[in-house]
C-alpha cells in the first residue's frame, strides 16, 4: 500500500515514520509512505499557505491554491486514490473502516489541515471521504494521519512478523469487535501474582473458552 501525506509541516513525520513496524514493513516493500510538501505548491513568494478568513472571525484558514495544485499533481501518480481529509468533523476511523480502505484500495492520500481549516472548495472539489479519529481538536492533520497510516498498515501483507497477527487483535472480526482478552508471559508467578491456571495447562480448548469469557 502507498501512502501519499501531503502536509507543510513534513519533518514531523521523520521519527515516525523510520522506527518499529512502519520501518520493516517500508524496508520489506510492502508500503510506501511519501509525504509531499504543500508549501512547495505555493505561488506567494513568501510561500505562504494560510490567510484570514472571510466573515472575519479568530484563526487562518489554508488558502485553495496550493492545495489545489499539491492535490491535482499527486493525483497524476495516484489516480485511483481518495482524497482523505483529516478532521474532527469526519466519519470516525474505526477498525471495521480501516479494514474496508485496506481492501478497496492501494493507495491513498491523506490532505493534513491546519489552523482553522481549509478553504470548503478544496473539500467540495477535490475530498473523496472526511477521516476523524475523535472528538477532539488537535492542532493539524499530521497525527491522524499518523494513525490512519499505523493502523492501515498493520493489515497489509507481510507487514507484521506475522500475518494472522492482526486477526485477533481488539476490535477485530474473530473478537467480535470486542476488546482483546488479558495476556500473561514469563514468569508464572511475579511478586506473588500468579498467572491463572488455565494458561498454563497447555489445553487449547479451556484456553480459548478461558479467552473468550475474558474478551472486555
Not at 51 to 77: N, S, W
Not at 90 to 115: M, N, P, V, W
Request: charged share 30%; hydrophobic share 35%; aromatic share 8%.
Amino acid at each position: 500500500m502507498i501512502f501519499h501525506v501531503l502536509t507543510i509541516f513534513p519533518e514531523m513525520f521523520k521519527g515516525f515514520l523510520n522506527e518499529s513496524i512502519l520501518k520493516k514493513a517500508q524496508g520489506k516493500g510492502v508500503i510506501d509512505i511519501q509525504i509531499h510538501d504543500i508549501r512547495k505548491y505555493s505561488k506567494d513568494k513568501h510561500k505562504k499557505t494560510d490567510d484570514t478568513p472571510y466573515g472575519g472571525g479568530a484563526g487562518m484558514v489554508f488558502t485553495p491554491q496550493p492545495l489545489f495544485d499539491c492535490i491535482e499533481k499527486v493525483k497524476k501518480m495516484a489516480p485511483n486514490a481518495p482524497v482523505i481529509y483529516m478532521t474532527p468533523k469526519g466519519d470516525r476511523l474505526t477498525q471495521i473502516r480501516a479494514e474496508r480502505l485496506s481492501t478497496k484500495f492501494t493507495q491513498l492520500i491523506l490532505l493534513c489541515g491546519h489552523y482553522e481549516g481549509i478553504d470548503e472548495r478544496v473539500v467540495q472539489h477535490l475530498v473523496d471521504m472526511e477521516l476523524s479519529i475523535g472528538d477532539y481538536v488537535l492542532s493539524g492533520g499530521e497525527i491522524p494521519a499518523m494513525v490512519v497510516i499505523d493502523v492501515l498498515s498493520r493489515l497489509v501483507p507481510g507487514a507484521l512478523g506475522n500475518d494472522e497477527s492482526h486477526l485477533e487483535e481488539s476490535f477485530s472480526k474473530k473478537l467480535k469487535r470486542k476488546k482483546e482478552y488479558p495476556h500473561y508471559t514469563k514468569p508464572a508467578e511475579f511478586r506473588g501474582m500468579k498467572v491463572p491456571d488455565v494458561l498454563l495447562g497447555g489445553n487449547h480448548k479451556l484456553i480459548e473458552d478461558w479467552r473468550k469469557h475474558h474478551l472486555r
